[in-house]
T-cell receptor
C-alpha cells in the first residue's frame, strides 16, 4: 500500500455515459498526477496539479475529460460521453513536489474502466 | 518529443542476474527513473539516475550512460517475487512534473 487510494477499483459503463473517479493522495503531498495505462503499455501522462492548480494537461486529453482538485487534497477525474477507446486503467499518483527531476511518484492501484 | 525502448519480455532463473535495457530519445535530458509494477498493482519507484554510472540499492542497481542515451536495471539474486513489469521513464523537465514511460519489460522468474 503506497498511501494513495483510488475509488472505485473497477468501473463498467455503457458507451455515452459519464463516469467519475476519485483519488486521495498522501496527505502532505503537494502534487497530484493522473495517468492512463492500457494493457502492455507504460503509464501515459494525462494531467497534474500543484496544490489546487492544474498546471499541465496532455494534448491527448480531449475536452470530454476534466479533472479537479478543489482544496488541494483529493482529486476527481470525470469522463463525459465515454467511448470504447476510453477503456483503460486510470492511475493517480502523488509526490512532494520539491525534489526535482528524480522525485519519487507514489501511485495508487488505479481504477479499471471498461466501456461497453 | 520523448521515446523510450525496452525489450518486451525477459525470462530468468531464480537466483540469477538479469539486466533490463532502456534506450531513450529526448529533447532535453533530466534523468532516468525505473518503476516496478506487479500484475494488478501500482507502479512502484525503484531508482533514479541523473549522472553517468551505477547506483546500487540492495539487490537492484541502475546504470546510466548519457553519451549513449542508454540505461539499464540490474537485478541480482532473483526471487520469484521479482516477476513483474519494469518501466524506465524520463521527466520532461527538471521538476518531474510529467514522466514519459517506456512500454515496459515483463520479467518472468522461473525455478
Amino acid at each position: 500500500d503506497t498511501g494513495v487510494s483510488q475509488d472505485p477499483r473497477h468501473k463498467i459503463t455503457k458507451r455515452g455515459q459519464n463516469v467519475t473517479f476519485r483519488c486521495d493522495p498522501i496527505s502532505e503531498h503537494n502534487r497530484l498526477y493522473w495517468y492512463r495505462q492500457t494493457l502492455g503499455q507504460g503509464p501515459e501522462f494525462l494531467t497534474y496539479f500543484q496544490n489546487e492548480a492544474q498546471l499541465e494537461k496532455s494534448r491527448l486529453l480531449s475536452d470530454r475529460f476534466s479533472a479537479e482538485r478543489p482544496k488541494g487534497s483529493f482529486s476527481t477525474l470525470e469522463i463525459q460521453r465515454t467511448e470504447q477507446g476510453d477503456s483503460a486503467m486510470y492511475l493517480c499518483a502523488s509526490s512532494l513536489g520539491r525534489q526535482g527531476a528524480g522525485e519519487k511518484l507514489f501511485f495508487g492501484s488505479g481504477t479499471q474502466l471498461s466501456v461497453l | 518529443g520523448q521515446s523510450l525502448e525496452q525489450p518486451s519480455e525477459v525470462t530468468a532463473v531464480e537466483g540469477a542476474i538479469v539486466q533490463i535495457n532502456c534506450t531513450y530519445q529526448t529533447s532535453g535530458f533530466y534523468g532516468l527513473s525505473w518503476y516496478q509494477q506487479h500484475d494488478g498493482g501500482a507502479p512502484t519507484f525503484l531508482s533514479y539516475n541523473a549522472l553517468d554510472g551505477l547506483e546500487e540499492t540492495g539487490r537492484f542497481s541502475s546504470f546510466l550512460s548519457r553519451s549513449d542515451s542508454y540505461g539499464y536495471l540490474l537485478l541480482q539474486e532473483l526471487q520469484m517475487k521479482d516477476s513483474a513489469s519494469y518501466f524506465c521513464a524520463v521527466p520532461n523537465t527538471g521538476t518531474a512534473s510529467k514522466l514519459t514511460f517506456g512500454t515496459g519489460t515483463r520479467l518472468q522468474v522461473t525455478l
